[in-house]
């Protein structure tokens, strides 16, 4: 199922077609004080397949809501359509670990579930 996942949404991004995630990170909000870092770990929901743009995305949503008058958000977005838990684990956990984020939120599973054999 992941490498079918992998292959389509390749696709869609090497022709130019709409790719929720475009950046690396995102500053959400302005402010004078110590931005607060979340990482958003997950797949393409966290990745924003599914929304018009990555901007209407839970992972942004949520750093908005995070965000304080004099505090802005850095949203760094660790994700790929089509991960399982374990491809978190292997290939994200580690840089999320030595980003130190003050927050982090996981979405993960569903497509563990599709596989019908859980990571």
Do not use: C
Request: overall charge negative; aromatic content about 10%.
């Amino acid at each position: 199922m992941f490498i079918a996942n992998n292959h389509f949404y390749n696709h869609l991004h090497t022709s130019g077609l709409f790719w929720p995630q475009n950046q690396a990170q995102y500053k959400i909000g302005e402010g004078t004080d110590t931005p607060i870092s979340y990482v958003a770990l997950g797949d393409s929901l966290t990745s924003g397949v599914g929304a018009p743009s990555f901007e209407q995305s839970y992972a942004y949503q949520t750093a908005k809501q995070i965000s304080k008058p004099n505090q802005s958000v850095v949203l760094t977005p660790l994700s790929t359509p089509g991960f399982k838990s374990d491809d978190i684990i292997i290939n994200y956990l580690d840089k999320a670990i030595r980003l130190q984020p003050d927050i982090v939120t996981i979405l993960i599973g569903v497509n563990d579930v599709h596989g019908l054999k859980p990571s």
